[in-house]
């Protein structure tokens, strides 16, 4: 569970990025989050991971309010949290299968068990003989699977992703969607920031709709009307 309560972030620079945000996301919800440039996506879901702070307001995970926590607290946090990026954040120096493990490898993990759920997650999404290719060995949709699944190796409670699919065809943009489904299906909580309307349309789900940092809609919905956006 996520609950925003009266959320306000001010930057140094005056920038007011979120203004006064208060809503819930339930355990196992699937949440697309769209709106224009600068309209507060990427801060909105930073304060879930903890890289950003509220100005005012608080931020639960699963009844906890996280907007305390200290910096040496944050990474137990994230534990529970994936994060997949537009920009893929791969490591080019490590093949795919370390890229994927090295979450698991930075919490103490025994290397077998890290083998055996790379294996295990690179299987699910298709990637089994890419383990030991390097980034720079792939193609665009295949970078952003290895991102998916470094993301999800841990098993997370929530999957955020901002713009996975922004730089993507919409063939591999619907797979990358296919894949994102199924690990919703089996419990996991997503937040998916785009501005890929056809994606919107096509799978009915909620939308929350940021513009100048203010929650103008929350609606659960048919097809979306860009126009009043």
């Known amino acids: 569970m996520i609950e925003f309560n009266e959320v306000s972030k001010v930057y140094d620079n005056g920038i007011v990025a979120l203004n006064n945000i208060s809503l819930r996301i339930e355990k196992g919800e699937f949440v697309f989050l769209i709106g224009p440039s600068g309209a507060g996506k990427s801060t909105f879901l930073k304060m879930i991971f903890r890289e950003e702070k509220p100005t005012s307001g608080q931020v639960f995970i699963d009844s906890r309010d996280i907007t305390p926590l200290r910096r040496h607290e944050v990474p137990y946090l994230r534990r529970n949290i994936g994060v997949v990026f537009q920009d893929f954040k791969l490591l080019n120096d490590r093949t795919v299968g370390e890229n994927v493990g090295f979450t698991l490898q930075v919490m103490g993990v025994n290397p077998a068990l890290i083998n055996n759920q790379v294996t295990k997650v690179l299987d699910q ?19 952003q699977r290895v991102c998916i699944a470094r993301a999800i190796v841990n098993n997370p409670a929530i999957l955020i992703t901002d713009e996975p699919t922004g730089n993507l065809d919409p063939y591999i943009s619907w797979e ?7 690990i919703n299906s089996k419990g996991t909580s997503v937040v998916f920031a785009t501005h890929n309307k056809e994606l919107v349309d096509r799978m009915r789900k909620r939308v929350l709709v940021l513009k100048d940092g203010r929650l103008v809609k929350d609606e659960q919905r048919g097809n979306f009307d860009y126009d009043s956006v």
């Open 176 to 182: 990358i969607m296919k894949l994102m489904i199924d």
């Open 125 to 143: 999404l298709g990637l089994s003989t890419k383990k030991r290719m390097y980034p720079t060995q792939l193609s665009g949709g295949e970078k």
